[in-house]
């Protein structure tokens, strides 16, 4: 996750669109594909997101509200293609209720998609970061879009040349015998 980017070298638009390309070959439930993604890569649109998702209050402690980067995407996930594609015959069910679902595919299906993206991007040398959006802000980033009302903004992705400085997780990662297991819950996988 790269969170300061190289605002002096562009992303080139044969990557954004590869990343986009691949993102939306994503598996989803029902291959209902209720996902849509916004595209920011010009400066002024990634400056006009920047103003329509600063909260009023505590802004620093949100990167969506100071993210400098090249490129953002935009995942939204659209409920509403989940519920109508189960509903049709050959699913077996007969209305659009959401009750069965144990998890909502709608958000997991985009997040896949936005994984797929994100891969991309660091194939092709670039740095990627996965962020969420100030709940209180998400009206006021729809206005300042056009976003439809049945698209739910997940989350975005900023995309760009990484101008971090090196970090070192391995110390901060779980170990695999704490979160994976093999047979039974309480046996690890390694």
Known sequence: MVRRYNLARPVPPDVID????????APS???SQGW???VLDAPADVAR????????ENAEHWFAAN??????????SNKDAYLDRYAEPDKGFTDRSDAWWPAPYWDIDTGFAALLMMLTAV???????????PVERIDSY?????????FMPIGAISVGYNDDPPRDLRARRKPTAETAFRSRWHKPLS
């Not at 590869?18 to 070959?25: E, H, I, Q, T, Y």
């Not at 194939?123 to 959006?133: E, K, P, R, V």
């Open 18 to 25: 590869r990343m986009v390309r691949n993102g939306l070959r």
């Open 29 to 31: 439930a029902g291959f």
């Open 36 to 38: 849509g993604f916004l």
């Open 49 to 56: 997101f920047r103003d329509a998702v600063r909260p009023a």
């Open 67 to 76: 993210v400098q980067a090249p490129v953002l995407i935009v995942a939204h």
């Open 123 to 133: 194939d092709a040398g670039l740095g990627t970061c996965f962020f969420g959006i």
């Open 142 to 150: 729809r206005e300042a879009f056009d976003v439809p009302p049945e």
